[in-house]
């Protein structure tokens, strides 16, 4: 079967600190990967996309990077932390079926 | 950029009521998907329906694609229907991004 995971869940981070999340999946091959960002009581914002090794797609100028080292691995990174990244951060994933499919999310609160 | 905009921002229901959940967005798409966000964060998809109507069970949805909408009915709502709802769509110019709407935040209480 198809699953997806993200992590950490949770982190507490202080400003100007370094920032890694990791999204894999499992179950398929060459998916399409994304990470969304979710402000409190907001909707979702696409930060970055990407549709093979390597390929990285950024949809907001920020404080943040995103790899993609293995074909079913998907990086958010950051060099120095901001306030203003505080959020939650989704992982997504689409294959053949056109249907976005979401992590468990990771909570982010930068301190 | 395409917009997309959903209504009502906020919605409370009494238990075993019916709703109209509304989405529209101002261009041409191949793609539009609802999700539900429970309260703990999780998004789950309940429709892929770029156009038509789809049912499961107290859910469906239609999208008219010309008239650039698409509902959402919940039907005899519960209170584990509670949570916020997003739209998301696919430009025709686009074959890889999902753009969300703002939500609506149902409440249904017991």
């Known amino acids: 079967s198809q699953t997806i995971h993200q992590w950490p869940a949770t982190l507490v981070q202080p400003v100007g600190s370094p920032l890694s999340l990791e999204c894999t999946v499992e179950?398929?091959?060459?998916?399409?990967l994304y990470w969304y960002r979710q402000a409190a009581g907001r909707g979702l914002q696409l930060l970055f996309y990407?549709?093979?090794?390597?390929?990285i797609s950024s949809e907001v100028p920020q404080n943040l990077s995103a790899s993609r080292p293995q074909d079913r691995q998907f990086i958010l990174s950051s060099k120095k932390l901001l306030l203003s990244d505080s959020g939650f951060y989704l992982c997504?994933?689409?294959?053949?079926?056109?249907?976005?499919?979401f992590g468990a999310g990771s909570r982010l609160t930068v301190l | 950029g395409i917009q997309v905009e959903q209504s009502p921002p906020d919605l409370i229901l009494q238990e075993g009521a019916n709703s109209t959940l509304r989405c529209n967005f101002s261009?041409?798409?191949?793609?539009l998907q609802w999700f539900h966000q429970n309260p703990w964060g999780q998004l789950i998809n309940l429709f892929y329906?770029?156009?038509g109507t789809k049912q499961n069970g107290r859910l469906s949805a239609t999208t008219v694609a010309t008239e650039r909408y698409s509902l959402l009915y919940i039907s005899s709502s519960q209170t584990t229907d509670s949570g916020v709802y997003f739209c998301?769509?696919?430009?025709?110019?686009?074959?890889?991004?999902?753009?969300f709407g703002s939500g609506t935040r149902l409440l249904v209480r017991p």
């Open positions: 997504a994933w689409v294959a053949g079926a056109n249907v976005l499919t």
């Open positions: 179950g398929t091959s060459n998916p399409n």
């Open positions: 990407s549709v093979g090794i390597g390929q």
């Open positions: 261009d041409s798409v191949n793609n």
């Open positions: 329906i770029p156009s």
């Open positions: 998301a769509v696919v430009p025709m110019d686009s074959s890889y991004k999902l753009i």
